[in-house]
């Protein structure tokens, strides 16, 4: 079974409409995060939160909301999504701990595409 | 604040030969360096690290990293390359526990393997 699983994996929606993207990993990290991939711009970091009690905006939060309903699972929402949030959306996980500090476990990814 | 700069969004190499994928970083503090490889419909996975101890790093798949403090890099080689090898090679930065514990990715480089 996948460390980190996102779903759903493709969606197509409206815009206007509100949509939610999940995250559920079973590596007992703290640290999760949500980027979004865009072709020749890399990955950019929406939100990122640090434990269930913290969260905080990326670079590109504008457009979107998060929830972290326990350790193990991170929302992404976009409240009245529009065509240019269309892109390859990843959940990433992390933990504080030892050698493996800063190093992220990725999902598989979301495509979400807003006509 | 860092970053890091990928130089060549497409890089093309024959079978066997030599791949070299360049990073350079920017950062206020000492940094922790990622380098990242996507296939085709999949999320991204660690190659390998630098946490300041060896500067050369080697990673799975055969490829190595050699931090240079001063030139600021953190390129990516492998001496052979295969076929498998095709994906998108994705640098990132932190500055570590005091940094933000935050990664930057860089925009990405297109790895093509031809016969």
């Given at each position: ?5 996102q ?17 559920s ?8 995060y ?9 990955l ?9 009690k913290?969260?905080?905006k ?9 929830s972290?309903?326990a350790?193990?699972k ?42 | 604040?860092?970053?890091?700069t ?11 030969a030599l ?6 970083y920017?950062?206020?503090v000492?940094p ?10 999949q ?28 030139e ?11 076929m ?29 393997v031809?016969?």
């Open positions: 079974d996948a460390d980190v699983t779903t759903p994996r493709n969606r197509i929606t409206k815009t206007g409409k509100r949509i939610m993207l999940e995250c990993q079973t590596k007992g990290h703290d640290r999760m949500w980027y979004r991939q865009d072709p020749g711009l890399g950019r970091l929406i939100y990122y939160s640090f434990d269930v913290d969260i905080n990326g670079e590109i939060s504008d457009g979107y909301s998060v972290r309903q350790q193990a991170f929302s992404l929402s976009l409240e009245s999504a529009i065509p240019n949030q269309t892109a390859l959306y990843f959940c990433a996980t992390s933990d504080l701990k030892g050698a493996r500090v800063n190093e992220q476990f990725f999902g598989p990814g979301t495509r979400l595409t807003v006509l | 604040a860092q970053s890091v990928q130089l060549g969004s497409h890089v093309s190499v024959s079978e066997g791949v070299l994928l360049r990073c350079n920017s950062s206020s000492p922790y360096l990622f380098w990242y490889v996507q296939y085709p419909n999320g991204l996975q660690l190659l390998l690290k630098y946490t300041s101890a060896a500067t050369l790093v080697k990673g799975i798949n055969g490829f190595e990293a050699e931090f240079k403090k001063s600021t890099s953190f390129h990516l080689t492998k001496p052979s390359a295969h498998s090898d095709a994906a998108e090679y994705f640098c990132a930065v932190t500055g570590g526990e005091g940094g933000g514990n935050k990664l930057t990715f860089g925009t990405g480089t297109q790895l093509k031809e016969l």
